[in-house]
């Protein structure tokens, strides 16, 4: 165990130093990344000056806090991508990596936890100027400020083993786009990523509540911003618990089968 906490730390180091370096291209990455939030806020900010004022309990200001901590969670929701899978399975790249004595993932685990070190520190200054532009209105309690901490993590850890199934999905098949594409769609309607899932019809929120996406992007930014009681806060941290160990069962079973697939020859 000690020698585990020693790998993931070292590798959380390496990870912020590294990130770090490179601080402007990871700014513009994020940059880039805001672009999609703020349409978003001002589309519904609109609609709720339009309305008189609010959409199903949002006002501008709220929305506002929403899409402005949204932006956190979608740079704490960036995990080792299908893509890369792709590329590490099909280029033989694994084939350094099983060499070593530890699974590949809590290489990728440790590596981007370390990046979202660095990422926290570079999206301080970026909220407090989209707060001064947008002008956020909510009141966190202590329980959710606390609450928000873990749910981030977990979130984080949701996505690492979503993605990674589906990464692994090339030990059968050379390229893994279109069904990434697909579960991209799927996420974007039924995390709460486009609008706060309390604006969905009913029938999509009882869809959502039996699939793990909403607890990637939704329920952290509300635990923050809404004012979810503390059951609410409680159970939602539950069923991050409850998806990260389903994940985490999952990637195991699939990467006992999967390895057996691979082949790869060098020089």
Known sequence: ????????????????????????????????????????????????????????????GA?????????????????????????????????????????????????????KVAVIILWLPLAAFLSLVFKPTFSPTPLGIAVFFFAIWGAYLIRTMALSLLGMLTFWTTRVSAIYELYFAIELLLSGRLVPMSLMPGWVQKLASFLPFQWTFGFPIESLVSQLTPTQLLAGLGMQFFWILSGTLLVNIVWRFGIRQFSSVGN
């Open 1 to 60: 165990m000690k020698r585990m906490l020693d790998f993931y730390l070292t590798t959380m180091k390496i990870a912020v130093v590294t990130q770090l370096q490179y601080r402007v291209a990871n700014y513009f990455y994020m940059i880039g990344m805001v672009a999609e939030p703020v349409i978003y806020l001002v589309v519904w900010s609109t609609v709720a000056n339009a309305q008189g004022g609010s959409v199903g309990g949002y006002t501008p």
């Open 63 to 115: 929305f506002a806090a929403y899409y402005i901590v949204w932006t956190l969670v979608r740079n704490m929701n960036i995990v080792f991508t299908p893509y890369g899978w792709e590329w590490r399975i099909r280029q033989g790249r694994l084939a350094a990596e099983l060499l070593r004595p530890l699974h590949p993932l809590h290489n990728d685990i440790a590596y981007f936890a370390g990046w």
